[in-house]
């Protein structure tokens, strides 16, 4: 006997009208930053419009906002068609929508402000984080009791992939968001250097592997075959492909920190199980791409199953090249430059911006029951769509070579050919205007389908209850049964085996690093930064600094001649957050203390062409008429030891307000020196110019120290 239920359309309509608004939104955004690179007054000569604040608002927008809403949009209409039943509940569905609503709200208030952690793909700060946490288990448990209350017996493989989804980043969420709050708005990072830096490349990478790769794989093995009116190519190539994957893409985050202070066991890990995702990666997008088997000629005619070819494509591309970048090789040669620009946007704008296209072009005719408005519009809207992709890559990748040969190349008489960074920079700015072309093209044909769609729907009915009946669900024992179908029948049982293969990986990375204490060995002469130098640290993290500047080198010979003597372990075990950056759009700072005057960095600030002609850093007018709270010391400091920075008891009350004014008033006397005048003690600019001078100071002066007593020595 069959029992007649309802799927709710509404609940998706909310997030597909929420992917498309902040689609443009976030790509909108992504144009500005693109332009900021070769005519940085685009920021008005605003703080909240700069580079450094804008950029991670871009990929908040574009990952949790775009991506985010189009995967909950495909869950919460796919979900209950596989399950034949309606979601567990309508409330805690509305909940979890206007609570994700709410914290990119939060997002794209905060990140402008310069509220932010800094930490790559995760720099909300710790409120905006319990309330991400909060709204997660509200999607799972909707999820799950969903899943629980299915009258559909075993679990299609879609199904798999949002329960891994779901767990993955759940735990990696709450292990990356481990900070010891200052204030409402302000956190230090739980871990220290080398820890934070491989616990928030753990987090970065699988963000990547489980928000944007997991779910997608889960929407294209529910959406392509029915795109295409046709089943899925292999069910035992898709539960090799779910279970590899999800066991070795966990392990890869170290790959991230090639050449950097990570242990070299730990670097190796990485590498290895990067090379080893080639395998279950392309068992997805074969199995994608061979669902299409004899039915290419409908490829052509449809666009839908364009875009959805494309999407599978790009993932296959991507997946190629990001094991290939993780060998030390290669990533001597990618690292830091544009080519990691485009190997990622390869991702993003061609496996989840056009599979997302391709799953809008087929759900909105089906929920308002009506046929696509033009499918000429669709057409244009792939080959503006492809063409962007094609502008947008290709520039970067030849950015990304030319950075790198420039920045290793020697003369014959061992000097470095292009010493002044700025050089390098003057050399892609073409790349940066094409690859805002390509940028330009990819949003004209996304506001080209929003068109489309608008007309979709005008033409239609919306179906906002859409009747089904299926017979209930009840236990039938089925002899010689495939060992896997016995397990999609048990959910718990999957969740909890999907949850033990992805934590075997972080455990074996982490636990190493944090308890065997000769991964991390310490430096003597590395003391905490002083109290203004905190500050100052922390408005380098809130104008975003960290976006276009290093503070690593690797042992290159080529950088070391350049910035210093390569970066050790323990010259970091007081960074709470660390701050080694993933991309030089400016040089490396590492070693930047002592390097210029005072006034040098002040006029800098003001206006970076004086001081390096043909620059793309914009100025930073605001430092010198806003002034810091040296009050808000006491607090930082006291968070600092309790996070175990050994700054002595009671330090905070008087000795750090005096030891405050004591380094300020010695850097503007500096300046005063310098013909620089009307600077107050409390202005940012003094706070921020000692933290630039103490960058990499503490082995510099070891190494005087040591020099001078060899020529005593010597004596």
Not at 178 to 184: D, G, I, Q
Not at 218 to 223: E, F, I, K, Q, V
């Amino acid at each position: 006997m069959t029992e007649k239920f309802y799927y709710d359309n509404k609940i998706v309509r909310a997030f597909l009208i929420a992917t498309i608004v902040f689609g443009a939104i976030g790509m909108l955004v992504g144009l500005i930053v693109a332009i900021q690179l070769y005519y940085p007054a685009l920021n008005l000569g605003l703080p909240y419009t700069t580079f450094g604040r804008i950029r991670p608002l871009h990929t908040n927008a574009v990952i949790f906002a775009f991506v985010g809403n189009a995967i909950f949009a495909g869950v919460y209409y796919s979900m209950p068609r596989l399950l034949k039943t309606p979601m567990f509940s309508k409330t805690l569905s509305w909940i979890h929508f206007w609570g994700w609503q709410l914290i990119i709200l939060s997002a794209a208030i905060t990140l402008p402000l310069g509220i932010t952690t800094s930490k790559e793909y995760a720099e909300l700060e710790w409120p905006i984080d319990i309330a991400i946490t909060i709204i997660w288990v509200v999607f799972g448990w909707n999820m799950l009791g969903t899943i629980l209350r299915r009258r559909e017996r075993h679990m299609y493989v879609a199904i798999w992939f949002y329960i891994a989804t779901f767990v993955t980043v759940a735990v990696l969420h709450v292990v990356n968001s481990f900070e010891l709050p200052v204030s409402f708005f302000k956190s230090y990072s739980w871990y220290a250097g080398v820890q934070d830096a491989l616990v928030q490349w753990w987090y970065g990478h699988n963000a990547v592997a489980f928000f944007l790769t997991t779910p997608f794989l889960g929407l294209m093995y529910y959406y392509l075959p029915k795109a295409a009116n046709r089943p899925i190519y292999s069910y035992r190539l898709s539960i090799v492909h779910f279970w590899s994957l999800i066991f070795i893409y966990i392990w890869a985050g170290p790959h991230h920190l090639l050449y950097s202070t990570l242990p070299d066991w730990a670097q190796s890990l990485g590498t290895v199980f990067s090379v080893m995702l080639i395998a279950p990666s392309w068992g997805g997008m074969l199995n994608g791409l061979l669902t299409l088997r004899g039915a290419w000629d409908r490829v052509r005619e449809n666009p839908i199953l364009k875009f959805m070819v494309v999407a599978v494509t790009a993932y296959g591309m991507a997946t190629f090249e990001g094991p290939m970048l993780s060998l030390k090789n290669v990533n001597a040669i990618s690292h830091f430059t544009d080519w990691t620009i485009a190997h990622v946007h390869i991702g993003g704008l061609g496996w989840n911006g056009f599979l997302t296209f391709g799953m809008l072009y087929w759900l909105v005719p089906k929920m308002w029951n009506t046929e696509l408005y033009s499918k000429r519009l669709a057409n244009t809207h792939f080959w503006l769509g492809t063409l962007g992709i094609i502008f947008y890559a290709l520039p970067m990748y030849w950015a990304g070579i030319t950075q790198s040969l420039m920045w290793k190349e020697f003369t014959p008489d061992g000097m470095l050919q292009y010493p002044n960074f700025i050089t390098t920079v003057s050399q892609i700015v073409p790349m940066y205007i094409l690859r805002s072309i390509g940028g330009a093209l990819y949003l004209t044909g996304f506001f080209i389908m929003v068109y489309n769609l608008w007309k979709t729907a005008a033409r239609g009915n919306f179906v906002a209850e859409e009747a089904a009946e299926a017979p209930a669900l009840k236990p039938v024992y089925v002899k010689n049964e495939y060992w896997h179908a016995i397990l999609e029948r048990k959910p718990v049982l999957f969740t909890v085996l999907s949850l033990v293969a992805i934590l075997i990986g972080g455990i074996a990375q982490m636990v190493p690093t944090f308890l065997v204490e000769s991964n991390i060995p310490t430096i003597a002469a590395v003391k905490p930064y002083t109290p203004l130098e905190l500050i100052g640290r922390d408005i380098y993290i809130r104008e975003g600094c960290n976006n276009c500047h290093s503070q690593l080198i690797r042992p290159f010979r080529s950088e070391v001649v350049r910035y210093g003597e390569y970066s050790k372990a323990g010259e970091y075990v007081y960074e709470h957050p660390f701050l080694w950056g993933s991309k030089r759009t400016g040089p490396d700072l590492m070693r930047l203390g002592g390097k210029y005057p005072d006034s040098w960095h002040y006029n800098h600030m003001y206006d970076p062409t004086s001081m390096s002609p043909g620059s793309i850093m914009p100025p930073y007018p605001w430092l010198f008429e806003q002034k810091y709270d040296k009050e808000e010391v006491k607090a930082k400091i006291a968070a600092m030891r309790t996070l175990g920075v050994p700054y002595p008891e009671g330090y905070e009350q008087e000795m750090a307000l005096k030891d405050i004014d004591k380094q300020a008033k010695r850097i503007v006397a500096s300046l005063n020196k310098d013909g620089i005048q009307n600077v107050a003690p409390d202005d940012e600019i003094v706070a921020l110019i000692a933290y630039l001078q103490r960058l990499g100071t503490d082995i510099k002066n070891v190494d005087a120290e040591a020099q001078t007593q060899v020529n005593v020595n010597n004596k």
